[in-house]
């Protein structure tokens, strides 16, 4: 396969389910990237005909084994395909990260793979994915916790203000300040929101 044809397959690798997606189509996503903000291809290096065996896809690959947790070459089939989805995710993240903010503008750019592998610049990413990730699970759970109110607690939303993790810790104080029993409104919304992990 030449370059001209790993270009034009690479619009088809990269909208394929994340499933489906390997160290060869996070080199071609990454070279996605950079085409779209550089509007110039990026030059493979020492190119063998086969995607899997240049550099840069190696580098996604190192890069696989470093994101992926230890013990994961030793886990089972089923559970190594969804922790793979998992890293795959992560690094296709990464990806997004390096090009739209860590490098979206200035003297300085994305100029190769190796970057991807730099320690330092693995553990920034890996503090602001973990707050993302907490922060989407936090909302996820308000979402949940909100839904089972309109459901079970309707009137909840008539005597409080309940939007934010802010607003729960709000009726916490309410309840706690007021003495409420077990059979308040308040006491079962509460009951939820400490299941949910979110007191």
């Not at 089972?148 to 934010?164: C, M, R």
């Amino acid at each position: 396969m030449i370059q001209e044809e790993f270009y034009q397959k690479v619009p088809e690798w990269i909208s394929q389910d994340k499933d489906r997606w390997n160290h060869i189509t996070l080199m071609a996503y990454f070279c996605h990237k950079y085409q779209e903000k550089h509007g110039v291809r990026f030059r493979l290096v020492r190119w063998n005909s086969d995607p899997g065996k240049g550099k840069e896809s190696r580098d996604f690959a190192r890069l696989f084994k470093v994101l992926a947790p230890e013990g994961y070459e030793d886990l089972l089939a089923n559970d190594k395909k969804e922790i793979k989805k998992e890293v795959i995710l992560k690094i296709y993240n990464y990806i997004n990260w390096m090009f739209d903010y860590k490098f979206r503008r200035g003297d300085k750019s994305v100029t190769g793979t190796q970057i991807f592998l730099l320690p330092s610049m693995i553990n920034e990413f890996e503090r602001m994915y973990s707050d993302y990730m907490i922060k989407n699970g936090q909302n996820l759970k308000i979402n949940t916790l909100l839904k089972w109110a309109e459901n079970n607690l309707p009137k909840i939303f008539d005597l409080h203000q309940v939007e934010a993790l802010e607003d729960i810790k709000m009726i916490e104080k309410y309840f706690e300040a007021y003495s409420l029993t077990d059979s308040s409104i308040e006491y079962s919304f509460l009951k939820k929101a400490k299941e949910l992990r979110l007191l």
